[in-house]
């Protein structure tokens, strides 16, 4: 996984060499490029660890044009549950259209959720809408991704005993996944820092996909995360620490071991609590 996580970091800090070095010419002004590369202690999508509560690279760019309309990319390495197979990497392609009006932002799109070299039918499409707005010094974010039936995101195993004997008990089967989240945050004036909190809410497959993983572990469970990040003065950094959950809890999630746990083998929470820390480079 070392050498995984060096080529990931090389590609991401090449990526932010180029963003700068494209910086100093002129671009070309209906366009705006922006992105980022990090460092995170354990990746967490919708409070559960794609990393294995291990070290993750990370990295993405966006291009917009002033119409509204955008298209990013963003990667991870991935390792445990998070693998979906192949690679261990994820590799999100993202599309949009983002529009302020008054007060009021709406973003609408749709994110591509790959895993190159893995299975074909773990891949899987999700469109968002997001609702953002300011109220004097606090951020505001409301967001529904509506993910339609998918194979990736199926029950094909109903249980971690029929995933760690590898015999599907539904194969071929598709299922959608809901996921509504709300964010705020807000900067503390002449110090750097922001504080944030985030909570979400899931419900999809209740099983295990094809590669024995799922998008919604138990089904429906609810995450949530309370955070400050720092921004260093003069520079691109950003470091933040925040403290992440769910309610998902050992007997909710007993029936999906071996898989849903920590190397996936039996033992290890991959979705309580924890405190993550990240350093991110903007550009």
């Keep these: 996984m070392s050498n995984r996580i060096a080529a990931l970091a090389a590609l991401a800090f090449a990526g932010l060499a180029a963003g700068s070095a494209s910086a100093q010419e002129a671009p070309s002004k209906p366009f705006t490029i922006s992105g980022s590369v990090g460092l995170t202690s354990d990746y967490r999508f919708r409070g559960v660890s794609q990393s294995d509560r291990n070290l993750a690279v990370q990295g993405g760019i966006t291009i917009a044009h002033e119409s509204g309309l955008y298209v990013a990319t963003w990667g991870s390495n991935l390792a445990g549950w998070g693998t979906f197979g192949g690679a261990n990497m994820e590799l999100d392609l993202v599309a949009g259209?983002?529009?302020?009006?008054d007060t009021v932002t709406v973003d609408a799109g749709v994110t591509w959720y790959m895993y190159p070299s893995g299975f074909d039918n773990t891949d899987f499409l999700e469109p968002y809408v997001k609702v953002s707005t300011t109220i004097g010094p606090v951020n505001l974010l409301g967001g529904v991704a509506y993910a339609p039936k998918q194979e990736a995101l199926g029950a094909w195993y109903l249980n971690g005993t029929s995933a760690a004997n590898g015999v599907y008990d539904q194969p071929g089967d598709k299922n959608a996944n809901v996921y509504v989240w709300g964010d705020v945050s807000s900067g503390?004036?002449?110090?750097?820092?922001?504080?944030?909190?985030?909570?979400?809410?899931?419900?999809?497959?209740?099983?295990?996909?094809?590669?024995?993983?799922?998008?919604?572990?138990?089904?429906?469970?609810?995450?949530?995360?309370?955070?400050?990040?720092?921004?260093?003065?003069?520079?691109?950094?950003?470091?933040?620490?925040?403290?992440?959950?769910?309610?998902?809890?050992?007997?909710?999630?007993?029936?999906?071991?071996?898989?849903?746990?920590?190397?996936?083998?039996?033992?290890?929470?991959i979705a309580g609590a924890t405190v993550v820390a990240t350093l991110t480079a903007a550009f």
Excluded: M
């Excluded at 259209?97 to 009006?101: E, G, H, I, Q, Y």
């Excluded at 209740?206 to 720092?230: M, R």
């Excluded at 992440?244 to 007993?254: E, L, Q, V, Y």
């Design 97 to 101: 259209f983002k529009k302020t009006f």
């Design 188 to 269: 503390i004036p002449n110090t750097g820092l922001t504080v944030k909190a985030h909570l979400g809410y899931s419900n999809g497959n209740k099983g295990l996909g094809p590669f024995a993983t799922s998008v919604a572990p138990t089904g429906e469970y609810v995450d949530w995360l309370a955070g400050v990040d720092y921004t260093i003065a003069g520079t691109p950094l950003t470091v933040g620490v925040a403290y992440i959950d769910t309610n998902i809890s050992k007997k909710d999630a007993a029936y999906l071991a071996p898989s849903f746990t920590r190397g996936q083998d039996g033992t290890g929470q």
